[in-house]
């Protein structure tokens, strides 16, 4: 009994050890193969609202690139998420406080690009501070932190985005990313679907399929 009891609690930390290695696969796996065909009935339009640094200068920044060329291209086109990205998703002539804040309300998620430029934009505050009260005090909209740079110390950062990665971490871009950018499978694009909500097939597909 000592035995069999030795070898059930050695089997179950080595489940825990594997699960928590491979976490991130493990769901993404199980959301491919049981994946519920149904269609999204929660009011929402976009799956997620991207925060990011704006740039003043006319040369695009990787940031911007990052933001309006790969993000679209794999969370979009690859993995069949709808973005809602300011200044792609916005028309001219709206008013644009009230056109960020009902974007997002209308988004599952919230996808905030952590760079230096960040921390000292002005003109990002009120994004975050739409972003970060429905995220904190109405608890309704969780918060995806994507750190594209080597932030070093968090401590310049406001004190509800340090509590948010003190509580979550962030998800780390790294120069390596760069050679392959393309590839939903890398690790960097697995964490980030991991943390995005589940996307629903419509019975449309499911018979076409």
């Known amino acids: 009994m000592i035995a069999g009891f030795l070898v059930l609690l050695m089997s179950v930390a080595v489940s825990v050890v594997l699960y928590q290695s491979f976490r991130v696969d493990i769901v993404l796996l199980y959301r491919d193969l ?27 920044t990787f940031v911007e690139y990052f933001v309006y060329q790969i993000m679209p291209d794999i969370l979009e086109n690859k993995c069949g998420y709808t ?16 056109a960020i804040e009902k974007r997002i309300q209308k988004s599952r998620r919230l996808i ?32 995806i932190l994507l750190e594209m740079e080597k932030m070093g110390s968090y401590e310049n950062l406001q004190e509800s985005l340090r509590y948010i ?44 399929g």
């Open 34 to 60: 049981f994946q519920a065909y149904s269609v999204k009935d929660d009011g929402k339009m976009y799956d997620a609202y991207v925060i990011y640094p704006r740039s003043h200068n006319t040369e695009a």
């Open 83 to 98: 973005l809602c990205i300011y200044g792609r998703d916005t028309y001219p002539g709206e008013d644009k406080a009230n």
């Open 112 to 143: 905030i690009l952590l760079t230096q430029q960040l921390i000292n934009c002005q003109e990002l505050n009120y994004d975050q501070h739409i972003a970060l009260y429905n995220a904190l005090i109405q608890n309704d909209t969780k918060v």
């Open 165 to 208: 990665i003190k509580r979550q971490g962030t998800v780390k871009w790294k120069e390596q990313h760069t050679v392959h950018p393309q590839s939903s499978n890398s690790k960097f694009w697995k964490h980030v679907r991991y943390h995005m909500p589940v996307t629903f097939r419509s019975s449309d597909s499911a018979n076409a």
